[in-house]
């Protein structure tokens, strides 16, 4: 399997614009993570999804974020607008049956809003 | 609620002796719990797991914890440390009996391998 797959890996953004990151998780896997990862508040919990319905989001900093699961296989997390504190490592985890409670990450996505 | 506690936020060793780092948790229930490791610019890799089978628990790289119901730790070890293994450690808690699948993450310790 690919792994938990993300996109872009790196972005740098001015501030104010909208910023889209991707996510495709491990196939079959019916839960989905995004996590947000700094130096000072470490790595936090954004939102999760299990069958493609939010379960917990709040996590979510504030209004400009907002996180979509349109199917199975596809998810994305939207900072509009963007702003320099939300300069971070962002990660996308899945899980599911049969992993023995593992969640697998993605290799990150790291956002510079200048 | 559960929680992590990574006593230390540096370590250094010289490479061919021991690793210890220290991890005490909190959880209302039959925690799992788990160590990730993450190199400079990279991923999360899953080292080990402790899902209530075996409380000595073997990992990937020679890693191993044992997980003390009784000092609620869950420390991670490795007999002789190699520069490979310098990178950001990350204690994990999941509370595997209350449904909600999300992991909550300890502030991490950096290993540092001396030469």
């Known amino acids: 399997d690919a792994g938990v797959i993300q996109s872009p890996r790196h972005e740098?953004?001015?501030?104010?614009?909208?910023?889209?990151?991707?996510?495709?998780?491990?196939?079959?896997?019916?839960?989905?993570?995004?996590?947000?990862?700094?130096?000072?508040?470490?790595?936090?919990?954004?939102?999760?999804f299990n069958n493609n319905v939010p379960i917990d989001d709040s996590g979510m900093p504030?209004?400009?974020?907002?996180?979509k699961m349109p199917n199975a296989s596809f998810s994305t997390l939207k900072i509009q607008p963007s702003e320099p504190r939300d300069s971070a490592v962002y990660f996308?985890?899945?899980?599911?049956?049969?992993?023995?409670?593992?969640?697998?990450?993605?290799e990150g996505s790291w956002l510079t809003v200048v | 609620a559960q929680s992590v506690t990574q006593l230390d936020s540096h370590v250094s060793v010289s490479e061919g002796?021991?690793?210890?780092?220290?991890c005490n948790y909190s959880s209302s229930?039959?925690?799992s719990l788990f160590w990730y490791v993450q190199h400079p610019n990279k991923g999360l890799?899953?080292?080990?797991?402790?899902?209530?089978?075996?409380?000595?628990?073997?990992?990937?790289?020679?890693?191993?914890?044992?997980f003390k119901k009784s000092e609620?730790?869950?420390?991670?070890?490795?007999?002789?440390?190699?520069?490979?293994?310098?990178?950001?450690?990350?204690?994990?808690?999941?509370?595997q009996n209350t449904g909600r699948?999300?992991?909550?993450?300890?502030?991490?310790t950096r290993l540092q391998v001396q030469p």
């Open chain 2, 72 to 95: 609620t730790s869950f420390h991670l070890t490795k007999p002789s440390a190699h520069m490979s293994d310098a990178a950001e450690y990350f204690c994990v808690v999941s509370d």
């Open chain 2, 29 to 31: 229930y039959s925690p």
């Open chain 2, 101 to 108: 699948r999300a992991l909550t993450f300890g502030s991490g």
């Open chain 1, 92 to 106: 996308c985890a899945s899980y599911g049956q049969g992993t023995g409670n593992t969640i697998y990450f993605g």
């Open chain 1, 12 to 48: 740098v953004t001015e501030m104010g614009q909208e910023v889209t990151l991707r996510c495709k998780p491990i196939s079959g896997h019916d839960y989905l993570f995004w996590y947000r990862q700094t130096m000072m508040r470490g790595l936090e919990l954004l939102i999760y």
């Open chain 2, 45 to 66: 890799q899953l080292l080990l797991k402790y899902t209530s089978a075996a409380t000595l628990v073997k990992g990937i790289n020679g890693f191993e914890a044992e």
């Open chain 1, 62 to 67: 504030e209004d400009r974020f907002s996180a």
């Open chain 2, 17 to 22: 002796t021991p690793v210890l780092l220290r």
